[in-house]
Structures are given as C-alpha cells and as structure tokens.
C-alpha cells in the first residue's frame, strides 16, 4: 500500500461545479499537507498549504486535513475551464520530502 | 515575485553520455530539493540539500550526484545515462525557518531525453 492514496480520475464536470479532490494516507507522522495544481509538461504550482488539522480558505479553494481521519481534501467552488489541470496531494513529516499522491486529473467543460 | 528557475529546460543525450542539470532557488530560500516525475507518474524525491549540505536521500540512483553551492544554486549531475532515465527533472526549494515549514515551491522542470 502506498503511502498516500490519491483517484487518479478522471473527473469531469460542467463549469461552474463545485469540485471536491481527496487523499487518504497511511503515515501518521505527517504533519505538512499541500496541494499542487499541475498543467501538461509543467512544474506543480502550490495552491494551498495546511499545517496539522483544520480547514484553510483561499480564493474558490478550500483545504481541509483530518488528521484522525487520515483524510484530506481540497474542494474548488464555481470552477472554471481554467481549473482543468492534474491535482496532486502532497505530505511530509518534518525535515523529510513530500510524498504526493498520483494526482486527479480534472476537465471543467464550459 | 522571483520563482525557481531551472536550466536547461529541454535536454537530449545520448545513452552513456553525461548531464548536468541546474537550479537557482527563491531568493533567500535555504533548502532545495530535487525531484524526478516519469510520464504519468507523480514526482519521486531524489535528494535536498539545507545551507550547502545533504539533508536527506531518497531515490536517487549510485550514478546521480549533487551538491548546493555557496550562492545556494544547486546542481544534479547524471553520468552513464539510461533510457529510463528520461523525464522531467524538478527543483523546488523552501525556507527552513519560515513561517510555513517545508512549504516547496517547484521550477518549471527539465525535461531529459535520453535516446
């Protein structure tokens, strides 16, 4: 079993949807969760960084972490076509790499 | 704001001949890391360096090596190259004693093909 857990998708959605992306994880010595937005042939972006447990709002993002769970999510209100990208989780315990989940690949169609 | 930057951005060689890849972190970031993403694949940690030093291993094949300078570029040096090796090749670095610790920002990648 993988460290991190993520469905590759895809998932497709009309523009406009709320989407929800989520990952599970196995190491309960993670600490750090980010999420990347990753378009063809590009480097990851950071789109949002959680320390521990709680929920983070950025914009039509929000990130949640459940630590007891061992579950997080990113969702993405009134997405856009622009949204349409591969979203990778991202974890690490301190002073270690992350490791990322496969990634979802997303399609918003206008 | 200043991003990573990676250099060359497009490489091809040979098998058996050597690369060099380079990476100029964020201004007054400390740490970079280095990360290989296979088609399809998410990216796997090779290796990080924090103020000039190794701080952590990971996949990183015996042929690979690297190093940070004292201006805290870094560069990943491939010798005896493989056709597996070909792949996009990430650089992202951090502030060790930031507010938001191990917050990794990625460069736009090299991307090797090795004919």
């Known amino acids: 079993q993988k460290e991190v857990e993520q469905d590759p998708g895809p998932l497709s959605v009309p523009e406009g949807a709320i989407v929800s992306l989520n990952c599970t994880y196995s190491?309960?010595?993670?600490?750090?969760f980010m999420w990347y937005r990753q378009y063809s042939r590009k480097g990851p972006e950071l789109l949002m960084y959680?320390?521990?447990?709680g929920n983070k709002e950025d914009g039509r993002f929000t990130a949640q972490v459940d630590k007891s769970s061992k579950y997080i999510s990113l969702f993405i209100r009134d997405s856009q076509p622009s949204d349409s990208a591969t979203y990778l989780c991202?974890?690490?315990?301190?002073?270690?790499?992350?490791?990322f989940g496969k990634g979802t690949t997303l399609s918003v169609s206008s | 704001a200043a991003g990573v930057i990676q250099s060359p951005r497009h490489l091809i060689k040979e098998k058996r001949e050597t690369a060099t890849l380079k990476c100029y972190p964020i201004?007054?970031?400390?740490?970079v890391y280095w990360y290989q993403q296979g088609p399809g694949q998410d990216p796997q940690f090779l290796i990080s360096?924090?103020?000039?030093?190794?701080?952590d291993k990971g996949s990183i094949p015996d042929r690979f090596s690297a190093q940070q300078f004292s201006d805290y570029h870094s560069e990943l040096n491939m010798s005896s190259l493989e056709l597996g090796d070909s792949a996009l090749y990430f650089c992202?670095?951090?502030?060790?004693?930031?507010?938001?610790?191990?917050?990794?920002?990625f460069g736009p990648g090299t991307r090797l093909t090795v004919l």
């Open positions: 992202a670095s951090s502030l060790e004693g930031g507010l938001s610790y191990n917050e990794q920002f």
């Open positions: 959680t320390y521990s447990s």
């Open positions: 991202a974890m690490s315990a301190r002073r270690t790499a992350l490791i």
């Open positions: 360096f924090y103020e000039k030093m190794q701080s």
């Open positions: 190491n309960s010595a993670f600490q750090y």
């Open positions: 201004p007054r970031h400390d740490t």
